[in-house]
């Protein structure tokens, strides 16, 4: 396992490595482990394997723009959590590749504005074919004329 492959949950060098190549100040990273719910017996009730990760985005020392562009779009905090299995490792990896596609996707800046087109000739031709064929249906609704 790589240090910046998303599974790798621990810093490298003051800082965690998301799959798109963002670098977090690993200060900006807090971890909390609670006891999951659901069925497991005596283990789930001993075990504090639910976990919660929370990165705090102004602590993260991202570029202002990636910064503002992440917190317009989830906030200054981005939390993930996984209680989905009886090992607080693998809810740990959980919580930290949610966390990481929540950011990355956040971080990605936005497509590029479309460009504007003319309607070619035969659309045109097409949009006011159409138009003719409602109006004339239209045409067919009305009342007949009183001849009196």
Known sequence: MSPTSPSSIEP????????????LAADSVSWLAT???GPGG???????T??????DVARTGLPDVVR???EAAVGAVVTAGSSHSRS??????????????????????????????KPSRGAREARLRDKRAVGERKQTRKRPANED
């Open 35 to 37: 006891r999951s719910g």
């Open 88 to 117: 607080q490792w693998r809810n740990r990896q959980l919580a930290w590749q949610e966390a990481f596609a929540r950011l990355d996707e956040a971080a990605a800046p936005p497509p590029p504005p479309r460009a504007r087109t």
């Open 42 to 48: 005596q283990h789930a009730n001993t075990s504090d």
């Open 12 to 23: 490298v060098d003051g800082y965690y490595t998301t799959p798109r190549g963002l670098r």
């Open 68 to 70: 503002i562009r992440i």
């Open 50 to 55: 639910a976990v919660t990760v929370s990165i």
